[in-house]
């Protein structure tokens, strides 16, 4: 019954034009889509024949609550951002070339310093990865996975890597996770969304994690954190922080909430816990509380994470625990 519930069409599907339906770059399953993504561009003033944002439009919509002035004043800021950081030339360097995440810019540079891992696919969920989900959570594409406390000790010292090559290359990364979820957007009708893994896991322990991620925070983050706000529509369904020292924990649980995020800083502490506090702090705003799952070594396992992304997706270190 539920199943059949979830796949029956929008109550108002009949009530989509056949020439909207027709112009729409993505054949959207509930009939609030067409009209939404429609207001939306009659308000920023989006030519006719240019369809090539209908499922970043239609994903702000569903993640700001359908609020159609929030949408508008985000699109505009996206399609701006876009426009300044040349992510048309990205996007079809990505795509004429067929680029996979190892292809990218700076790749090999980068993985001595964070050593990353990526996972998708356009295939909807299979019934057992539905079947483990959360419920009530949207189809999870894709895992994309940051490891600060892993990578060559060796390497990482002597790595040529600038500011300004990491960040040119996660802009190929965000470009990249963003195709992946219009391209699921246009083939199935429905949003897809990322689950994004921050691996705390340190061979040398606590405290050569903290040393090592407040280098990489304070030398690469800030600035990336600044160049991809704004681009695109949020594509993370949870964030999750696996292999989580005890201290942490309480860290979080103590995190006061504030309705913005707070402004890209340098980490400058050198007390571990106020360190482990203000990065929580400044990547990880506390309005987004929610969305976030922090799991200890433990708890860092398949089947729980099995609970945010398809199996398929799970990284190779997690694969068998």
């Given amino acids: ?7 029956m069409p929008d109550a108002n599907d009949g009530d989509v034009p056949a020439a909207l339906r ?10 609030r889509f067409y009209h939404g993504v429609e207001r939306v561009r009659d308000m920023c003033g989006v030519p ?14 569903d993640r ?15 399609v701006r951002r876009r426009k300044e950081l040349g992510m048309a030339a990205i996007k079809d360097d990505i795509v004429s070339q067929q680029l996979s995440v190892e292809d990218f810019p700076h790749h090999r540079d980068v993985m001595p310093v964070i050593p990353v891992f ?5 295939e909807p969920p299979t019934a057992a990865a539905a079947a483990a989900a959360e419920p009530g959570s949207l189809p999870v594409i894709g895992c994309y996975e940051l490891r600060y406390g892993q990578g060559d000790p060796d390497r990482r010292e002597s790595s040529l890597v600038t500011p300004s090559d990491f960040t040119r290359y996660m802009l190929y990364v965000t470009q990249w996770r ?10 199935h009708g429905e949003i897809g969304l990322w689950s994004m893994v921050h691996d705390l896991s340190c061979p040398s322990g606590f405290f050569s994690l903290w040393s090592r991620a407040r280098s990489v925070f304070n030398k690469y983050l800030s600035p ?11 594509m993370v369904q949870k964030i999750l922080i696996v292999n989580v020292p005890s201290l942490f924990s309480p860290v979080w649980s103590v995190l006061p909430r504030r309705r913005h995020p707070a402004p890209t800083r340098r ?9 482990a506090r203000s990065v929580i702090a400044a990547f990880l705003p506390a309005q987004h509380k929610e969305r976030i799952v922090m799991l200890t070594a433990s708890k860092t396992t398949a089947a729980e994470m099995s609970k945010y992304m398809p199996a398929e997706h799970l990284p190779p270190h997690v694969r068998g625990r």
């Avoid at 027709?22 to 509930?30: G, H, I, L, R, T």
């Avoid at 700001?64 to 996206?78: H, I, L, N, P």
């Fill in 64 to 78: 700001f609550g359908w609020d159609y002035e929030r949408t508008a004043e985000m699109y505009q800021v996206s």
């Fill in 118 to 122: 990526a996972s998708t696919s356009l």
């Fill in 267 to 275: 980490l400058t502490s050198t007390r571990p816990v106020l360190w």
């Fill in 22 to 31: 027709a112009a729409s770059s993505v054949p959207w399953k509930q009939a």
């Fill in 178 to 187: 963003w195709l992946q979820c219009e391209r699921y957007a246009q083939r």
């Fill in 1 to 7: 019954l539920l199943l059949a519930l979830a796949t």
């Fill in 48 to 61: 006719k024949g240019d369809r090539g944002d209908d499922a970043v439009i239609g994903m702000m919509l």
């Fill in 224 to 234: 990336v954190e600044e160049a991809c706000g704004g681009l695109f529509p949020p």
